[in-house]
Each structure stands twice: as C-alpha cells, then as structure tokens.
Nanobody, 117 residues
Framework: QVQLVESGGGLVQPGGSMRLSCEAS????????MGWYRQAPGKQRELVAV???????KSAESVKGRFTISRDDAEMTVHLQIYSLKPQDAAVYYC???????????WGQGTQVTVSS
C-alpha cells in the first residue's frame, strides 16, 4: 500500500512564494509519475504539474513560468515550488503518484493553499 503525505500549504499573500512537498511511503516500482493536482471550490480537479521517472515535466499553461516541479526518487518525494502566487491559485493541492506498471493512481489527502492579502 502506498501512502502520500503532503506538506507546505497555508496562507500566502499575492505575489508570494510557497513550496509544497509530498512524501510517498510503501512499495513503488519505477516507472512512476509524480505530480500535483488542485481543486478550487466549485471546480473540477485539474492537473498542475507532473514529472515522469525520466524527469520529463508537464505543467498547466496557467502555471508555466511560476511553478516548478521536482522529484527525489531516493527520498520518494515530489516538490512543487511556487512563485508569484495569484488569488486564482488558491485551492486544495493534491499529490498524485501514477504507477505505470499497475496503472494505479495514488492520492494524498490534500493541502490547502490560500492566497489572500
């Protein structure tokens, strides 16, 4: 069983920065993708950024140039460095791991990001 635990959310002012982290525990076999999704009130969950086991990244157009995703396979962690936060970035951010061999998605419990002055 794989468990994901996010950290780093909270309240930040517009224009501020934040770093989200997610640590996976359990047994994971490469290749697996690690990523972040977010869901704002009344909206569907959307992809923010993902990084493959080869280090290839993909991110939503709305966050390009402001969000950077990285991973550390030795620590089984994925990070999301966020700059220039906007009010529309406020959401619950969910960590996701997709195990390609088993085609299983694992989800964290979510961490709230609030952007307000």
């Amino acid at each position: 069983q794989v468990q994901l635990v996010e950290s780093g959310g909270g309240l930040v002012q517009p224009g501020g920065s934040m770093r989200l982290s997610c640590e996976a525990s359990g047994i994971l076999y490469n290749p697996y993708d690690m990523g972040w999704y977010r869901q704002a009130p009344g909206k569907q969950r959307e992809l923010v950024a993902v990084i493959t086991s080869d280090g290839v990244t993909k991110s939503a157009e709305s966050v390009k140039g402001r969000f950077t995703i990285s991973r550390d396979d030795a620590e089984m962690t994925v990070h999301l460095q966020i700059y220039s936060l906007k009010p529309q970035d406020a959401a619950v951010y969910y960590c996701n791991v997709y195990a390609q061999s088993s085609r299983v998605h694992y989800w964290g419990q979510g961490t709230q990001v609030t952007v307000s002055s």
